[in-house]
C-alpha cells in the first residue's frame, strides 16, 4: 500500500472557476477526511465520510465547496467559483472506523492557488 | 469550542539540547490529544497520541509527551535534538465522540548545528 495518494499536487487556477481534487486512502480505510491547511496555520476540518455517507461538516465548508465519496473508497472535494481566498493546502486522511481515536494517516495535500 | 493553543511559532535549539513546545488545550472534558510533524511539502505523520489511561505517553523518533489535566497541557518533549527533527510540529485535541482534529497554529521547530 502507498500510503493516501492526492492528485494534483498543485493547481494554478483563475479566480471564478472550478477545480477539482482526489483523494485515493488506504484500500481497508473506511473513514476519509478531508481538511483545510492555510500558510502559518493548523489544519481546519472540513468534513469526513465513513464509507460513502458523509456524516459531518464543518461550517467552513460553504455551499461553494461540495465532497462525494461514491463508492466508498476515493473521494472527490469541488470548489465552485474560486475566490483568492480558496488559496491553501487541501490535506485527505483516511483512517479505519473503531481504530483508536486520531489514528489518521495523512497525504501529502493538493496546494491550491487562486489567482 | 474546544481550542488549541500553541506556545512559540519558532522554536530553536542545538544539536543535542532539550527539545520543549508547548501545547494547552482549552476543553470542558479532557479530550484526547495529539502530536503530529510536518516535513515541507508532505503531510502530517502522527508523533504520538493520548488517549486514556498513562499520562506520559512516549511516541516516534524518541519523543515523549505527558498529559496534565490540572494545567490543561500537553507539552511535547525530547531529550537530544538531532538535525532530523528540524520541521513544523502540530498540537491537537479531539472531543471524545466526534472525529473532527482541533489543530493549533503550529510551531517550527529550527536545530542548529
Known amino acids: 500500500d502507498t500510503g493516501v495518494s492526492q492528485n494534483p499536487r498543485h493547481k494554478i487556477t483563475k479566480r471564478g472557476q472550478n477545480v477539482t481534487f482526489r483523494c485515493d486512502p488506504i484500500s481497508e480505510h473506511n473513514r476519509l477526511y478531508w481538511y483545510r491547511q492555510t500558510l502559518g496555520q493548523g489544519p481546519e476540518f472540513l468534513t469526513y465520510f465513513q464509507n460513502e455517507a458523509q456524516l459531518e461538516k464543518s461550517r467552513l465548508l460553504s455551499d461553494r465547496f461540495s465532497a462525494e465519496r461514491p463508492k466508498g473508497s476515493f473521494s472527490t472535494l469541488e470548489i465552485q467559483r474560486t475566490e483568492q481566498g480558496d488559496s491553501a493546502m487541501y490535506l485527505c486522511?483516511?483512517?479505519?472506523?473503531?481504530?483508536?481515536?486520531?489514528?489518521?494517516?495523512f497525504g501529502s495535500g493538493t496546494r491550491l492557488t487562486v489567482v | 469550542a474546544q481550542s488549541v493553543t500553541q506556545l512559540g511559532s519558532h522554536v530553536s535549539v542545538s544539536e543535542g539540547a532539550l527539545v520543549l513546545l508547548r501545547c494547552n488545550y482549552s476543553?470542558?472534558?479532557?479530550?484526547?490529544l495529539f502530536w503530529y510533524v510536518q516535513y515541507p511539502n508532505q503531510g502530517l505523520q502522527l508523533l504520538l497520541k493520548y488517549t486514556t489511561g498513562a499520562t506520559l505517553v512516549k511516541g516516534i523518533n524518541g519523543f515523549e509527551a505527558e498529559f496534565k489535566k490540572s494545567e490543561t497541557s500537553f507539552h511535547l518533549t525530547k531529550p537530544s535534538a538531532h538535525m532530523s527533527d528540524a520541521a513544523e510540529y502540530f498540537c491537537a485535541c479531539m472531543d471524545t465522540g466526534r472525529r473532527a482534529l482541533t489543530f493549533g497554529s503550529g510551531t517550527r521547530l529550527q536545530v542548529q548545528p
Open positions: 476543553s470542558s472534558v479532557p479530550p484526547y
Open positions: 486522511a483516511s483512517s479505519l472506523a473503531g481504530y483508536n481515536a486520531g489514528g489518521y494517516t
